[in-house]
């Protein structure tokens, strides 16, 4: 009946509760693919305003974060990010004027990456 008993030693349960907690912050820093958190450069006529203060507009994935983007960046472009914003671009619909008929634009995310005084990226 000692199998099935209730009360366990203090030595097992120290050994269940450190070999649970070691696997999972290694699984954590291995599973990020930093190559696909950036899409593209977005190159508009605000972001290239922007760029002249040191802040560059990119495309990122859908499920990226704010530190995904800083990592993503120190690793492609090899500068360090000041700061990043996130801003979600809904999808929506409107009518077309012309022909009276629905036109869709998709949705995306894009991030705003603010870098030092001396550091810059060359997009082009």
């Not at 699984?27 to 693919?33: E, Q, S």
């Not at 022909?99 to 634009?105: E, F, W």
Request: proline letters at 3%; glycine letters at 4%.
């Amino acid at each position: 009946m000692a199998l099935f008993s209730r009360n366990k030693t203090q030595k097992e349960t120290k050994e269940t509760t450190a070999s649970s907690k070691a696997p999972a912050k290694a699984a954590v820093a291995t599973d990020r693919n930093l190559s696909s958190v950036i899409i593209k450069p977005r190159i508009s006529e605000k972001a290239v305003t922007l760029s002249g203060g040191n802040v560059y507009t990119f495309i990122v994935a859908k499920e990226a974060t704010k530190y995904d983007v800083r990592d993503a960046i120190k690793a492609i472009y090899s500068v360090t990010p000041v700061k990043v914003n996130i801003v979600n671009k809904r999808p929506r619909k409107e009518l077309s004027r012309m022909r009276g008929r629905v036109s869709s634009q998709k949705g995306y995310k894009k991030a705003y990456v603010y870098l030092k005084k001396g550091d810059s990226i060359s997009l082009v």
